[in-house]
């Protein structure tokens, strides 16, 4: 999984993948998954790769939403 990481860190450092759902979107690698600083969809990675498809992004609660 760690070298899995360190190959997405290198597209990250590329500045080649962003948001599909608002097209500029910058993206910040987590650990498991992917968050956009702009709209704040999460998007999985799976298989080593993040999946940036708006219809697989979830939404992560607001902090201090407590619902
Ligand atoms: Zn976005």
């Known amino acids: 999984m760690a070298q899995a990481i360190e190959k997405i860190r290198k597209l990250f450092s590329l500045d080649i993948l962003r948001c599909p759902a608002d097209?500029?979107?910058?993206?910040?690698l987590r650990t498991e998954d992917v968050r956009c600083r702009s709209c704040g969809r999460i998007?999985?990675?799976v298989g080593g790769f993040p999946v940036l498809i708006v219809s697989e992004s979830r939404f992560e609660p607001e902090p201090g939403n407590n619902l």
């Open 23 to 28: 097209d500029r979107g910058e993206l910040e």
């Open 43 to 45: 998007y999985p990675i």
